[in-house]
């Protein structure tokens, strides 16, 4: 998956990750890290409402799971896709 994302392929790479997410049950529910590269890719796309909404779960789940730096990466993304809009 994350093979597109790191070669610049938004549009493939925002569609892949978004079928990853809805194989593992939904954004909910999948794993934080599959879901800050969604936002990573959504922002990429222009997609910035979203991809805050992405990074914001990614931070829930990596605090949820004890994952710091988890939370720290999506929090820092967010951060900084806060500066887009």
Request: hydrophobic share 40%; net charge negative.
């Amino acid at each position: 998956l994350s093979h597109r994302l790191q070669r610049g392929r938004w549009a493939e790479s925002e569609a892949d990750l978004a079928k990853a997410i809805e194989l593992e049950g939904g954004i909910n529910d999948a794993d934080g890290y599959l879901t800050n590269n969604y936002g990573n890719a959504l922002g990429a796309n222009g997609k910035w409402d979203e991809a805050l909404s992405a990074y914001r779960q990614a931070s829930f789940a990596g605090s949820q799971a004890g994952d710091n730096d988890l939370s720290e990466i999506s929090d820092a993304n967010h951060a900084l896709g806060l500066l887009q809009v």
